[in-house]
């Protein structure tokens, strides 16, 4: 198995959760970087972390790395990279991505077309043919410059991360499901103790709640694009999906509930916990926070509220902040964990959080306001 350095990019600010996820699979996490975690593998490595990450955008194979300013730069360099060791004759290797930032070379489409004649250069000289069918296994190529130092990638996930492959259809501003998963992460919660979405919409955070929680790994049901490169043999992807399936903690003692106004987006929200499998463990329901009470004691909300988006829907979100101040003050005991993108929350909420952390929705600047409740004594062990 070779020595690989992988790159798994995430939204920023989240990079601390994903380091810790990789780690806590067994990787060697080597660099962080602004929306980048590398990390040391093998391909093997490859199969796990496309099927367990649950905060990252996608895996990324790192190819090689060099100082470019000009385009003759930039194709020398790419063409003596060793593409031949993972591109087949048959395969497919579009410059699928491109993006460059304080750099001299700035032009994307240009950057993808060079580096694309470049790969093709290199391997004609390989394997002594003038024309490839790239009918075969699909090899994307990323290419990222940061201060004229261009790093290149072949993206191991295909289709991102994000897309379990449990949400087709959605209610109209779905999180995004490895934020969802992040906003779980940041929270103590675990088995054993009450989970609640009141604005669950299409169910996106009971759902990846219920993953985590179970031990799920969140890509069991989808396929990645290198499940059909020759250096990942099936047998290896086989090892880790059965690795992951024997990981499932079906009896753990998981208790989510998701509620929303809406009783089109709970229906939407069943049939999304059923396709991921996890339909037994979570009750949705119609409910207006207004009317969430609860008797249990040291739950969790974790929950993304409207925030407004347009002009007019302002001032109702605002009185929903309010009402939501009011409601939530019943229950003491309890932890709030609430992402918006609403500057003035607190100041309706009624309460100043514990904790703020800043975190994008997208391209979107969201908060995640963090109310500590306290920790539930620990059970008695003397009869
Ligand atoms: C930003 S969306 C949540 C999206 C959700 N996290 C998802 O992944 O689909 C906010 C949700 O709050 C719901 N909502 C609005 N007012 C409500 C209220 N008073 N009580 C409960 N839910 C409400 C909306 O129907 C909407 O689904």
């Given amino acids: 198995?070779?020595?690989?350095?992988?790159?798994?990019?995430?939204?920023?600010?989240?990079?601390a959760v994903v380091s810790r996820e990789i780690k806590a699979l067994g990787f060697v996490v080597n660099k962080v970087e602004d929306g980048r975690v590398y990390f040391l593998s093998d391909e093997y490595g490859i199969a796990r972390a496309n099927l367990w990450l649950r905060t990252a955008d996608r895996v990324l194979l790192k190819i090689g790395e060099f100082y470019a300013t000009s385009f003759e730069e930039l194709f020398e360099n790419t063409k003596?990279?060793?593409?031949?060791e993972w591109i087949p004759k048959e395969g497919s290797f579009p410059a699928a991505k491109a993006s460059s930032v304080r750099s001299k070379l700035f032009s994307t489409s240009d950057i993808q077309s060079i580096?694309?004649?470049?790969?093709?250069?290199?391997?004609?000289?390989?394997?002594?043919?003038?024309?490839?069918?790239?009918?075969?296994?699909?090899?994307p190529i990323h290419i990222f410059v940061f201060k004229d130092k261009v790093t290149i990638y072949l993206d191991t996930s295909g289709v991102s991360l994000h897309k379990r492959g449990y949400r087709e259809i959605g209610s109209p501003?779905?999180?995004?499901?490895?934020?969802?998963?992040?906003?779980?992460?940041?929270?103590?919660?675990?088995?054993?103790?009450l989970l609640i979405d009141p604005f669950c919409g299409s169910g996106t955070i009971p759902i990846e709640a219920a993953l985590k929680g179970l031990n799920i790994a969140p890509g069991l049901k989808r396929s990645f694009v290198s499940e059909k490169w020759f250096r990942i043999p099936e047998k290896l992807w086989d090892r880790a999906r059965q690795e992951a399936q024997d990981s499932i903690k079906y009896d753990n003692d998981i208790r989510i509930q998701g509620?929303?106004?809406d009783d089109k987006v709970i229906k939407i929200a069943r049939s999304n916990a059923k396709k991921a499998g996890v339909e037994d463990y979570i009750h949705f329901q119609q409910r207006d926070v207004r009317d969430f009470s609860s008797k249990e004691k040291y739950g969790f909300i974790v929950t993304n509220p409207p925030y407004g988006e347009r002009l007019e829907d302002i001032k109702t979100v605002e009185q929903l902040y309010k009402d939501m101040g009011?409601?939530?003050?019943?229950?003491?005991?309890?932890s709030f964990y609430i992402l918006t993108a609403h500057d003035g929350f607190e100041r309706y909420f009624g309460r100043k959080a514990d904790k703020k952390r800043k975190l994008y929705n997208g391209m979107m600047k969201t908060d995640l306001y963090q109310y500590f409740g306290p920790k539930p004594p620990k059970k008695d062990t003397i009869d």
């Fill in 1 to 15: 198995m070779a020595h690989l350095e992988l790159c798994a990019p995430c939204v920023f600010a989240l990079e």
């Fill in 80 to 84: 003596s990279l060793p593409w031949d």
């Fill in 115 to 139: 580096v694309k004649k470049a790969v093709v250069e290199k391997l004609k000289e390989k394997y002594r043919i003038n024309w490839f069918s790239e009918c075969g296994a699909s090899y």
């Fill in 173 to 193: 501003a779905p999180i995004r499901e490895t934020l969802a998963a992040a906003l779980v992460s940041l929270t103590p919660w675990k088995e054993g103790r």
């Fill in 259 to 261: 509620y929303d106004i």
């Fill in 326 to 334: 009011k409601v939530f003050s019943t229950l003491d005991t309890w």
